[in-house]
Nanobody, 121 residues
Framework: QVQLVESGGGLVQAGGSLRLSCVAS????????MGWFRQAPGKERERVAS????????YYAGSVKGRFTISRDNAKNTVFLQMNSMKPEDTAVYYCAARWRTAPVDGWDYWGKGTLVTVSS
């Protein structure tokens, strides 16, 4: 059973930056794809970024491409989301998630409790 704990959320002005961290425990971190999702009030949860268990490939939603960067440090069981040039529409609760390397595409079985990010205009 994998446990995920996010940190780094907060209030930032438009154009600013934040770095989210997610520490994993209880599993072999290097064998999991890791992802960041977000859910804004009244909207569905969306995948923002994800990184393959090998670290070789990444995915970004179109709305954040070029502004956000996902990375992982397997030695520290941690995945990061660097968010730059932030916009008010980035305001949401951000969740870290893990998917076993052979799980189906939608097999994000492990979730953190989320961290709130608020971008003021």
């Amino acid at each position: 059973q994998v446990q995920l704990v996010e940190s780094g959320g907060g209030l930032v002005q438009a154009g600013g930056s934040l770095r989210l961290s997610c520490v994993a425990s209880g599993g072999t971190f290097s064998s999991y794809d890791m992802g960041w999702f977000r859910q804004a009030p009244g909207k569905e949860r969306e995948r923002v970024a994800s990184i393959h268990w090998t670290g070789i490939s990444t995915y970004y939603a179109g709305s954040v491409k070029g502004r956000f960067t996902i990375s992982r440090d397997n030695a520290k069981n941690t995945v990061f989301l660097q968010m730059n040039s932030m916009k008010p529409e980035d305001t949401a609760v951000y969740y870290c998630a893990a998917r076993w390397r052979t799980a189906p595409v939608d097999g994000w079985d492990y979730w953190g409790k989320g961290t709130l990010v608020t971008v003021s205009s």
